[in-house]
C-alpha cells in the first residue's frame, strides 16, 4: 500500500477529540496508529490518561546512539459546517493533485509521512544507530489537557533524548518548504459584562442604566491605541525582536504583500507599528477579539437593553513574553475599566509560552547546543534541498504549538519543525486537504534527514 493509500485510510476514521459522540472514531484511528508504529517495527506503549490515549512507539538501542522524539497527533477538529465541504471530510478524495479530508493536513498525514519516512530508512538499513521515541497524542486539538501529567511521569525519559522533530507547522507551497523556528504563545480569556438582572425595554428604561453592550465595546476599544498597537501598561514587556538574518530569511518568503492582501480578501493590510504586515504575523504580538455578542440576536429588531455581554480575548505572545505575566497584565486592565453600574467576570481559557530556537550557524545560536540538534539543523537543509529541489527557509511562525513550550519547560527539549502543510491546506475548514507532491517529498526529506542524523 502506498503512503497515499495509508494517510486515506488513517482520515477515514473521525477523531474529534472534542465531542465524545466520536469516541469510536477517536479508538479507530489510535488502533490504526498503533499498526503503523508496529509495522515500521517500533515497540508500541498505549498510555493512558484521563481523556484520550497516547501512544508511544519506541525504537531501542545504545545509549551511544542519538535519540530523536518524533510528534504527531491523530485526533482533528470538528468537521462542521458539512454543507461546505465538497465531498464528505471523512471519506478521503484525490481532486487536482490534492487528498482531501479531515485531518489529511492537520495532523495524520504530516505525521505518517514521518513514520512511513522512518519506516523505509529502517527496512533499506536496519542497524541503523538511531533511537526514536514517536509521540502520538489524540487531545491536541482541545489543548493537551492531559499532557503536563503524561510529561510529569515520562519527562526523565524523554530528557535523555536529543530533540524533537515534528511537521505541525506551515510551508508557502510545496516550492518552498519552512522550517519552523518559533511559535508564538497564547492566553485566553472571556470577559462577561453584566447589568441590569434582566433585558430591559430600552424605551422605559433607556437613559438610566448603562448597557452592557456599550460597556463591552467601550472596553474592548480601550486595549488598542490609535495605531493599532495594544494599550495594556507592560505588555511588550522583554519582546525580542527579530534578529537582522531573521528579517533578511523573510524577504525570500515567495509571497508579496500584495498577494498577501489578495489572499485574505481584504483591501488593506494592517499592522502594528515596526512590522511590515508579513513581519507582523510572525515576529509581534497580539491582542485579537475571536467572539462577541449580547442583546438580541435573531431577525428584525427587538428594543431591549441586554442583561449582560461578553467578548472573547486572545493575545499572541512572542519569545521575552510570559504568559503568566501578560495574563496578569491583562486582567488587571480589563478590572480597571470596568465602568460604574457594571459587573464583570472574567474566565481564563488557556495560557502557554511562547517557543524560540536559534538554529546552528546563525548569529545568536547558543555555543553548547546540543550536537545532535546543532547537526540535525545542518541536515534539513540539504534533506530538503535534495527532496524538495530548494532549500527551506528558517522563519518563525505566528501560530502557537502549546505542547512544545510545555516539552521545552519540563524536559529541555528544543525541536525541529518542517512545515508539511499550506495555505491552501485548509486547516480547521471545509475543504481540508493536502497536497499529493508533499507527501511524495517529504517522506523521501525525512528518510534522509534520519539518516544523516545517525550517520552524520
Known sequence: MNAVDI??????????????????????????AAKLLADAGLRVET????????????????????HIVL?????????????LWTTPPFDPQIRNGRLYGRGAADNKGPHTIGILGLASLLRRRPDLPLRVTVLLEGEEEIGSPSFPGFLGKYKGELSKADFVLLSDTGSPSAKQIVVTTGLRGIVGLEL???????????????????NPIQALADICASLHNADGSVNIPGFYDGVLPPAQWERDELRKFPLSEAAYRKFLGVNALYSQPGFTPLEAVRYGPTLEFNGIGGGYQGEGGKTVIPSEAFAKITCRLVPGQDASRVLKKLTAALKSRIPKGITAEIIVRQGNNPYHVIPSGRPGAPKNANPVLARAFDAVGSAIATAFGKPPLFLREGGSVPIIGDIKTETGLDSLMVGLFTPDSNLHAPNENLEIEIIERGMRAYELLLEKIATP
Request: aromatic share 10%.
Open 7 to 32: 494517510i486515506s485510510d488513517y482520515v477515514r476514521f473521525p477523531s474529534v477529540s472534542t465531542d465524545p459522540a466520536f469516541s469510536q472514531g477517536m479508538a479507530g484511528a489510535r488502533e490504526f
Open 71 to 83: 510528534y504527531g497527533h491523530y485526533d482533528v477538529q470538528p468537521a462542521d459546517p458539512l454543507a
Open 47 to 66: 498510555v493512558q490518561t484521563p481523556l484520550h490515549p497516547i501512544l508511544l512507539g519506541r525504537r531501542d538501542g545504545p545509549a551511544s546512539w542519538p
Open 192 to 210: 462577561r459584562v453584566k447589568g441590569p438582572k434582566v433585558d430591559l425595554h430600552s424605551g422605559l428604561h433607556g437613559g438610566a442604566v448603562f
